[in-house]
């Protein structure tokens, strides 16, 4: 791919994240307030992203959507015996949100949005992802 065919995914990525910041979602005081029951803010907004998925999944799945190359785009189904590795992974990165205030996505559009701090957890989380590609072989999957 050139670069010139990345600059869709640029556009979408900078509208995404103007939409993240702008309905809140990104800002550590409406996460706390998720954390702490304090508002219904966030799970509403997590609750609609739940929804779209779920009928997006069922139109890619009754469609037989096809990838930007035409490619089936197949959607295994999840093992049952994997239970707890989903939710000790989920928990672990709940308890990375609450300590952080972010989740990876929005990350970037608080860097983008003047919060220079996310560099810091940024570069953490590119050492963590080359962390886990170095050490993949040896951890339990």
């Not at 640029?10 to 994240?17: C, E, K």
């Not at 570069?123 to 072989?137: E, K, N």
């Amino acid at each position: 791919m050139k670069f010139s065919e990345y600059i869709k995914y640029l556009l979408i990525g900078t509208a995404f994240g103007f939409v993240l910041v702008k309905s809140e979602v990104v800002s550590w005081f409406r996460i706390q307030e998720m954390f702490r029951f304090d508002s219904i803010h966030m799970y509403g907004i997590i609750g609609l992203a739940v929804i779209v998925g779920m009928i997006s999944v069922q139109i890619i799945k009754r469609n037989n959507v096809k990838d930007t190359q035409g490619n089936p785009i197949s959607i295994p189904p999840k093992d049952p015996s994997q239970v707890k590795r989903y939710i000790i992974g989920g928990s672990l990165f709940g308890l990375g949100w609450a300590l952080l205030g972010a989740c990876p996505g929005p990350m970037f559009a608080l860097l983008g949005s003047g919060l220079t701090i996310m560099i810091v957890p940024i570069l953490a989380a590119i050492a963590g992802t080359y962390s886990y590609g170095v050490l993949r072989d040896k951890l339990p999957h």
